[in-house]
């Protein structure tokens, strides 16, 4: 851009030239139509020669802040230390600048600088802009650190100031001092109040956000605008709220707010949400110029309700039309929701992808990442996390989640550890699927250290975080410690509530689950299926027959719920149990659906209960038809056999099972000791204090021998000899699980061990009797059940 000194006119008569003063005015409106870098580099030379820059802090100031439009970090810097005395307008814009282009470090920095190096003093501008560089960084510490001086400085109740303070800890997932910060603020305004909504729907308190967005509507605070329906929109797509949906759609009708783009945008995302994909498609055939974030919306939802023809027919007249996709078109294109029967499409989508180079962006690396986890795809989804050049914590969480729901325990903890070795701060996200990993495998120490860094980074109020916690402990065998967390708990939803009666049913605890089962009806939450099949589930472990039809008459009749296979299933074990078989079978035949697999499966283990083998029959030769491949099955119809010695029969069954090539699950058990799980096998000699583990083992069968105690052989195949038997069930995993912990803790000490599998009766029978002669608490988590042996009983009361 060229400065003349004039500005000619020229005419047939005669030409005139005109001169305009470099005036303070004439560069100040330069800056403002600067429209490139290289014009404004021009005008600050031009500056320097009229000697401007020197005199004219204002000047500076406005050229300073039309830097940072363009993103010039550095020619704002230099400029700023060019000035020998900046005022604290200058300051702020500097400060703020470095924040608007993500140079967190260097605002922060220039406010320390500020504060500590000079006289000047910062006012609300500077607390508000240098709290909004620490919410981009993600340091709680130094948030904390300018919390504290702004109070110290008295702006601590100031309104700017809050606001962003409530935003910053919203963004680094501490709702409950955004929540603090924001009831203590004498003022109020629409902008916090905006905050605030989104800040609690970002966070996952979807409730609590539609109910500040309802006290604005009500009139009981600030006037809401377009900016507060926008915000609550997230809150109610993720409820499913339709309903609410509908009202809120005829408020922005009636306040005017209906033709705006980004409002119906954000109505396409709920309905869609909500499963009303037509309505997001006459909400979007309302739009006269659809822009990419539109129609991103459209194809997202079609995506996430099932319609992935329209989705990829809409993304191909995107780029037909010539318009550029970005990342998030990507990510809605994904079938993330419904990935089963979509994997070629996956697999189109990342080949797209690669060819356009944007399958090294963030979020489609972490869309891609999570499709493939949902797909048990682990090989191709670890690949893409490894390769992503920038992995966002949103990455970390997909990959962890991704190894969690696939049962790949030890994986997640492995990535979780490699994730802190990386100083990458964890978010609710991620502890909530660690802790689940913890939960699956039992690794109480790992849960215990979660829940120290749970402490120490704030997220105890979160309420996922502490059901996380809660399901955690009680899966763990720590279930005074569960029950400890839940009265703790201010608030607790549906899942929270489920949590603890299901942990009570694990521990049989069954009168504790219906007691908390009753508490949760007289509270403002609702029970769910889930809720009555956990409480069915500890009616069933604790022989609480009468209890369990009292329960599941409740939920058909007074909650109208459907009951599920699970249900019905429940229903069939608390019979069987309590040796109602007859009644069992006519549950059954009642069904008004056709009784699956977990059904007859459930009526099949009460035969082995209660050596029932004309009924167990009836149930096998439908399970054999129903599910054929299902070893465990024909497992438990030869064991039944085998105890009432009717051995041809039981090899005949195991002959079926070895035609088809059926492979028993290998039973294994894991024990933690000082932090290291160790895993134990069948006869396993592999471990490095083997010798001492079996020195130790037959030093107890003696003393157990001595005292009485008989192996228990009934389920072992009848053609191996009496002593060879007794071989076999000495060595299963358990029993050199106990033993390991035996000669690996003080004397006194309990014992906690995992087994896949559920415990047969021989090793129950010896962990009573062992409990008793080594004066030890044992605690056994099988696939069923916790069994709590101590002085020769167990809390199951042989009910398994």
Same mark, same amino acid.
């Given at each position: 851009m060229?400065?003349?000194?004039?500005?000619?006119?020229?005419?047939?008569?005669?030409?005139?030239?005109?001169?305009?003063?470099?005036?303070?005015?004439?560069f100040?409106?330069?800056?403002?139509?600067a429209a490139?870098?290289s014009?404004l580099?021009q005008l600050?030379?031009?500056?320097?020669h009229?000697?401007?820059?020197q005199n004219?802090i204002?000047?500076t100031? *406005?050229?300073?802040?039309k830097?940072?439009?363009?993103n010039a970090?550095?020619?704002?810097?230099?400029?700023f230390?060019?000035?020998?005395k900046?005022d604290?307008?200058l300051?702020n814009?500097l400060?703020?600048?470095?924040s608007a282009?993500n140079?967190p470090?260097?605002?922060?920095s220039?406010?320390t600088?500020?504060?500590?190096?000079?006289?000047l003093?910062?006012?609300d501008?500077?607390y508000?802009f240098?709290?909004?560089?620490?919410?981009i960084l993600?340091?709680?510490?130094?948030?904390?650190?300018l919390?504290?001086m702004?109070?110290? $400085?008295?702006?601590?109740l100031?309104?700017?100031?809050?606001?962003a303070?409530?935003?910053?800890y919203?963004?680094?997932?501490?709702e409950?001092l955004?929540i603090? &910060?924001?009831?203590?603020l004498?003022?109020? $305004?629409t902008?916090?109040f905006n905050?605030?909504?989104?800040?609690?729907?970002?966070?996952s308190?979807?409730?609590d956000?539609?109910?500040?967005? +309802?006290?604005?509507?009500l009139?009981?605070e600030p006037?809401f !605008?377009i900016?507060?329906v926008i915000?609550?929109l997230?809150? &109610?797509?993720?409820?499913?709220?339709? *309903?609410?949906?509908?009202?809120i759609?005829?408020?922005?009708?009636k306040?005017?707010?209906?033709?705006h783009?980004?409002l119906?945008?954000?109505?396409?995302?709920?309905?869609?949400?909500?499963?009303?994909?037509?309505?997001?498609?006459?909400l979007f055939?309302?739009?006269?110029? #659809?822009?990419?974030?539109?129609?991103?919306a459209?194809?997202?939802g079609?995506t996430c309700?099932?319609?992935?023809?329209?989705?990829?027919?809409l993304f191909k007249?995107?780029?037909?039309?010539?318009?550029?996709?970005?990342?998030?078109?990507?990510?809605g294109?994904?079938?993330v929701?419904?990935?089963?029967?979509?994997?070629?499409?996956?697999?189109?989508i990342h080949?797209?992808?690669?060819?356009?180079?944007i399958v090294?962006?963030?979020?489609?690396?972490t869309?891609?990442?999570?499709?493939?986890?949902?797909?048990n795809?682990?090989?191709?989804?670890?690949?893409?996390?490894?390769?992503?050049?920038e992995?966002?914590?949103a990455?970390?969480?997909?990959?962890?989640? +991704?190894?969690?729901q696939?049962?790949?325990?030890e994986a997640a903890?492995s990535?979780f550890q490699?994730?802190?070795?990386?100083n990458?701060?964890p978010?609710?996200v991620?502890?909530?699927?660690?802790?689940?990993?913890?939960a699956q495998?039992?690794a109480?120490s790992?849960?215990?250290?979660v829940?120290?860094?749970?402490?120490s980074d704030?997220f105890?109020s979160?309420?996922y975080?502490?059901?996380a916690?809660? !399901?955690m402990?009680a899966?763990c065998?720590?279930?005074?410690v569960?029950?400890?967390?839940?009265d703790l708990m201010?608030?607790?939803?549906e899942?929270?509530?489920?949590?603890?009666?299901?942990g009570? +049913?694990?521990?049989?605890?069954g %009168?504790?689950?219906l007691?908390l089962?009753y508490?949760?009806?007289s509270s403002?939450?609702?029970?769910?299926?889930l809720?009555?099949?956990?409480v069915?589930?500890?009616?069933?472990h604790?022989?609480l027959?009468?209890?369990?039809?009292?329960?599941?008459h409740?939920?058909?009749? !007074?909650?109208?719920f459907e009951?599920?296979a699970e249900?019905y299933?429940c229903?069939?074990?608390?019979?069987?149990?309590?040796? %109602?078989?007859?009644?069992?079978?006519?549950f059954?035949?009642a069904?008004p659906v056709?009784?699956?697999?977990?059904?007859?499966?459930t009526?099949l283990?009460?035969?082995?209960?209660?050596?029932?083998?004309?009924?167990?029959? &009836?149930?096998?030769?439908?399970l054999?038809e129903?599910?054929?491949?299902?070893?465990?099955?024909?497992?438990?119809m030869?064991?039944?056999y085998?105890?009432e010695r009717k051995?041809p029969?039981?090899?005949?069954v195991r002959q079926?099972?070895?035609?088809k090539r059926?492979?028993k699950?290998?039973?294994?058990?894991?024990?933690?000791? +000082?932090?290291?799980?160790?895993?134990?096998t069948?006869g396993? %000699?592999?471990h490095? %204090?083997s *010798?001492?583990i079996?020195?130790?083992?037959?030093?107890?069968?003696?003393?157990?021998?001595?005292a009485?105690?008989?192996?228990?052989?009934t389920?072992v195949l009848?053609?191996?000899?009496?002593?060879?038997?007794?071989?076999?069930?000495?060595?299963?995993?358990?029993?050199l699980?106990?033993a390991?912990g035996?000669i690996s803790?003080?004397?006194?000490?309990?014992?906690r061990?995992?087994k896949?599998l559920r415990?047969c009766?021989?090793?129950h029978n010896w962990?009573k009797?062992l409990s008793?002669i080594?004066?030890?608490?044992i605690?056994?988590?099988?696939?069923?059940?916790?069994?709590?042996? #101590?002085?020769?009983v167990c809390s199951?009361?042989d009910y398994?």
């Amino acid at each position: 851009m060229s400065l003349p000194k004039t500005i000619s006119a020229s005419s047939t008569v005669a030409k005139t030239c005109y001169y305009i003063p470099r005036t303070r005015d004439f560069f100040l409106n330069l800056i403002r139509k600067a429209a490139a870098l290289s014009h404004l580099t021009q005008l600050q030379a031009q500056l320097i020669h009229h000697r401007l820059l020197q005199n004219d802090i204002s000047i500076t100031t *406005k050229l300073t802040h039309k830097f940072f439009d363009f993103n010039a970090t550095l020619h704002a810097r230099a400029l700023f230390f060019s000035v020998p005395k900046p005022d604290l307008f200058l300051f702020n814009v500097l400060i703020k600048g470095f924040s608007a282009n993500n140079k967190p470090l260097a605002a922060i920095s220039l406010f320390t600088h500020l504060r500590k190096s000079t006289r000047l003093k910062p006012d609300d501008y500077s607390y508000a802009f240098v709290v909004s560089a620490a919410a981009i960084l993600g340091d709680a510490r130094i948030g904390a650190i300018l919390h504290g001086m702004a109070m110290i $400085d008295g702006f601590g109740l100031d309104l700017f100031v809050g606001s962003a303070l409530v935003d910053f800890y919203f963004k680094i997932w501490r709702e409950n001092l955004a929540i603090q &910060v924001f009831d203590r603020l004498p003022q109020i $305004d629409t902008v916090l109040f905006n905050t605030m909504i989104s800040g609690l729907a970002k966070n996952s308190c979807f409730e609590d956000s539609i109910r500040i967005f +309802g006290d604005m509507v009500l009139g009981n605070e600030p006037k809401f !605008d377009i900016t507060s329906v926008i915000a609550v929109l997230p809150a &109610v797509a993720e409820l499913q709220e339709l *309903k609410l949906g509908v009202q809120i759609l005829c408020l922005a009708i009636k306040c005017g707010f209906y033709s705006h783009l980004s409002l119906l945008t954000g109505l396409i995302s709920l309905f869609s949400k909500c499963g009303e994909v037509e309505i997001a498609r006459l909400l979007f055939g309302e739009i006269r110029k #659809k822009d990419l974030i539109s129609c991103n919306a459209m194809i997202s939802g079609f995506t996430c309700n099932g319609e992935t023809e329209d989705s990829v027919k809409l993304f191909k007249e995107l780029l037909g039309s010539g318009e550029r996709v970005s990342s998030s078109t990507i990510v809605g294109l994904i079938p993330v929701y419904s990935p089963f029967g979509h994997s070629y499409l996956c697999n189109c989508i990342h080949g797209f992808c690669v060819k356009y180079g944007i399958v090294s962006h963030p979020s489609v690396s972490t869309a891609l990442t999570t499709v493939y986890c949902r797909l048990n795809e682990m090989i191709l989804a670890r690949q893409l996390f490894d390769e992503s050049a920038e992995k966002t914590l949103a990455s970390w969480n997909a990959m962890i989640s +991704g190894y969690t729901q696939n049962g790949l325990t030890e994986a997640a903890i492995s990535l979780f550890q490699t994730m802190q070795k990386n100083n990458v701060n964890p978010n609710p996200v991620t502890v909530t699927s660690i802790l689940s990993a913890c939960a699956q495998i039992g690794a109480l120490s790992l849960g215990e250290w979660v829940h120290s860094l749970i402490k120490s980074d704030g997220f105890e109020s979160n309420v996922y975080v502490s059901t996380a916690l809660i !399901d955690m402990y009680a899966k763990c065998g720590s279930i005074t410690v569960a029950r400890e967390l839940f009265d703790l708990m201010p608030e607790k939803n549906e899942v929270t509530w489920n949590a603890m009666i299901s942990g009570y +049913g694990l521990h049989g605890h069954g %009168q504790d689950a219906l007691k908390l089962f009753y508490e949760m009806l007289s509270s403002s939450v609702k029970p769910t299926s889930l809720t009555f099949l956990s409480v069915l589930y500890a009616c069933s472990h604790a022989g609480l027959v009468k209890e369990g039809d009292g329960i599941f008459h409740t939920m058909v009749h !007074d909650f109208g719920f459907e009951p599920l296979a699970e249900h019905y299933a429940c229903m069939v074990d608390i019979l069987g149990r309590a040796g %109602q078989l007859k009644r069992a079978l006519e549950f059954i035949k009642a069904m008004p659906v056709e009784p699956g697999p977990p059904v007859w499966g459930t009526l099949l283990g009460a035969c082995m209960i209660h050596k029932d083998t004309d009924l167990a029959h &009836v149930a096998s030769e439908k399970l054999f038809e129903l599910d054929p491949e299902n070893i465990g099955y024909y497992v438990l119809m030869s064991n039944i056999y085998s105890v009432e010695r009717k051995y041809p029969q039981a090899a005949s069954v195991r002959q079926v099972a070895k035609k088809k090539r059926l492979a028993k699950t290998p039973g294994c058990t894991l024990i933690e000791i +000082g932090q290291v799980p160790h895993v134990f096998t069948s006869g396993d %000699q592999s471990h490095p %204090q083997s *010798k001492a583990i079996y020195a130790e083992l037959d030093k107890l069968t003696g003393k157990m021998t001595e005292a009485g105690f008989q192996t228990e052989t009934t389920t072992v195949l009848h053609d191996v000899e009496e002593e060879e038997k007794e071989l076999t069930m000495k060595v299963h995993s358990e029993k050199l699980a106990i033993a390991f912990g035996l000669i690996s803790t003080e004397p006194g000490a309990e014992i906690r061990i995992i087994k896949n599998l559920r415990v047969c009766l021989d090793c129950h029978n010896w962990t009573k009797f062992l409990s008793k002669i080594t004066e030890r608490a044992i605690v056994v988590r099988d696939a069923n059940r916790f069994h709590h042996f #101590k002085d020769g009983v167990c809390s199951c009361g042989d009910y398994w």
